[in-house]
């Protein structure tokens, strides 16, 4: 079974502070994403990798940037976190195939308050 | 820019009656349509779809694409209150990359009463 684990369920932090939200995959995919998900909104992409130390933006990609230093772990950050910046926050992962078709499988998501 | 939009965007029914969910789409590049089902936690996986007028099928749920017209449908027969979750669509295109970039709609709000 594909495993994607986010390392906090829930978080809560000030306007201002540095966030770091992780990602770990298990099943040696080449692709990562981070989305945001609002109501009403649906999923947003707001970065996504597809190999080690490459990234791409997504959609909104404003107020934040990511890391991918090995291929199972793919880090989003919040330089200076801000009200508008609580949201849940999903990642990830897929493989790439010849012909690049691929489901994603999710990590169960970050709840993230900024006070 | 990509969208993908659904509807409808919420849906109320009672157990044993079948429904269908839409989902349109404009993007370019597009490589495949994939349908996702959300309850409490994250989303998982229930179809992709490539080709036009070939139905995906698995157990009660059904789905379909049509690449002319740019829409799918997912049908849910018999529905069960199990079947009460968040439906999303979403389109893969190339993104410039081979990294399968999504699209997500909105989503559908499905509520199955007993």
């Known amino acids: 079974d594909v495993k994607v684990t986010q390392s906090s369920r829930y978080l809560v932090k000030r306007t201002g502070e540095k966030v770091f939200l992780e990602c770990v995959q298990d099943?040696?995919?080449?692709?990562m994403f981070w989305y945001r998900q609002d109501p009403g909104l649906g999923l947003r992409l707001i970065y996504f990798?597809?190999?080690?130390?490459?990234?791409e933006k997504g959609d909104i990609p404003e107020g934040y940037s990511v890391s991918r230093e090995k291929k199972e772990r793919f880090s989003l950050i919040l330089e200076s976190a801000s009200t508008n910046q609580t949201s849940m926050y999903l990642c990830?992962?897929?493989?790439?195939?010849?012909?690049?078709?691929?489901?994603?499988?999710f990590g169960p998501g970050t709840r993230l308050t900024v006070l | 820019e990509d969208k993908v939009v659904q509807s409808p965007l919420s849906l109320v029914v009672h157990e044993g009656d079948t429904v269908t969910l839409n989902c349109s789409y404009e993007?370019?590049?597009?490589?495949?349509l994939l349908w996702y089902k959300q309850e409490k936690k994250a989303p998982t996986f229930l179809f992709m779809l490539?080709?036009?007028?070939i139905e995906k099928k698995s157990g009660r749920l059904s789905s379909i694409l049509d690449k002319k017209e740019l829409f799918s449908i997912l049908n849910i027969t018999a529905t069960q209150t199990g079947d009460s979750a968040v439906y999303l669509c979403?389109?893969?295109?190339?993104?410039?990359?081979?990294?399968?970039?999504?699209?997500f709609g909105d989503g559908t709000t499905l509520t199955v009463k007993p």
């Open positions: 490539t080709s036009s007028g």
């Open positions: 990798s597809y190999d080690v130390k490459m990234k």
């Open positions: 979403a389109v893969d295109s190339t993104g410039g990359t081979n990294a399968g970039k999504s699209t």
């Open positions: 993007v370019t590049n597009f490589r495949s």
């Open positions: 099943m040696d995919h080449e692709n």
């Open positions: 990830a992962s897929s493989p790439t195939d010849g012909e690049g078709h691929n489901e994603q499988f």
